[in-house]
């Protein structure tokens, strides 16, 4: 049996609870990087029945670089309801138009970002694959 927990806050947690038997790891997953923003992208267009292959994910995944992925699903939406607005099929302009007026999390909340990642670094092992912002320390 597995059991999986989140928290955004875990500084706010007692320190018992994060022990070793507790919970045996304990994962840092930051921001999508550019495959992941893709895969993302690709996702959350074939859910509201649009083929990922009719846009260019790999431009749209570098314009949302600093983007969570329900800020990335929001894009697909917001450009959806553009492109009805619009009476036009969703194209690759409805979103690029869309994520260039939106602020992520990222923008909006750097210092929270930057002192979880700092957090993090040494504390955590990477749930993403390059794990580039938690390394170790020797």
Known sequence: MFVVATANRIEGLPPEVL???????????????????????????????????????????????GFSGAEIEQVVVAGLYEAFAENSELAQQHLVRTLRDTFPLSVTMRDEIRRLRDWAKGRTRPASSSGALVERAP
Request: aromatic share 10%; no cysteine; charged share 45%.
């Open 19 to 65: 022990r070793k038997g507790r919970f045996d790891e304990i994962f840092f997953i930051d921001l999508p990087e550019q495959a992941e923003r893709e895969d993302i992208f690709r996702i959350h267009l074939r859910r509201r029945k649009r083929e990922p292959s009719d846009f260019d994910v790999a431009e749209l995944a570098t314009l949302t670089q």
